[in-house]
């Protein structure tokens, strides 16, 4: 299976898929233009990777910063990762948040509430 990786922009996020590495990140600012165009291939690699998935899957959410537009592209993605986990795959979300954002603590906490499955909320360092 293809690895899927974006570079970061001004504008989106860092993005690897990698099945072989296990590797599963989201990582950066997401306010793209067309949040559909950039959402869509992710969305397609992991529909393709649902097909054969690793027996656990860690998915690592980081985000700085992410528009509402995005975040419902968030929760595309987590109910995918929901659907690995009803057909008995072990996955695991890690969102991660800086210290100080409530926001972004807040929004994983209600994410963690809708997909109902292992979730972790990681608190980071101040720089």
Do not use: C
Not at 8 to 26: A, M, N, Q, W, Y
Not at 99 to 127: C, N, R
Request: zero cysteines; a negative charge; charged letters at 30%.
């Amino acid at each position: 299976m293809e690895r899927l990786h974006l570079e970061p922009t001004l504008t989106t996020p860092k993005v690897v898929f990698d099945r072989d590495s296990g590797e599963f990140t989201i990582q950066g600012k997401s306010l793209p233009e067309d949040v559909k165009s950039f959402y869509t291939p992710l969305i397609a690699w992991l529909d393709d990777y649902m097909k054969n998935p690793n027996k656990t899957s860690i998915f690592e959410f980081d985000f700085e910063y992410f528009n509402t537009a995005s975040s419902k592209m968030i929760l595309i993605i987590m109910n995918r990762i929901k659907e690995l986990f009803k057909k008995g795959y072990e996955v695991q979300i890690v969102w991660k948040y800086p210290q100080q954002d409530a926001e972004l603590e807040e929004a994983g906490e209600e994410l963690a509430e809708l997909i109902s499955v292992p979730f972790k909320l990681v608190p980071k360092p101040e720089m």
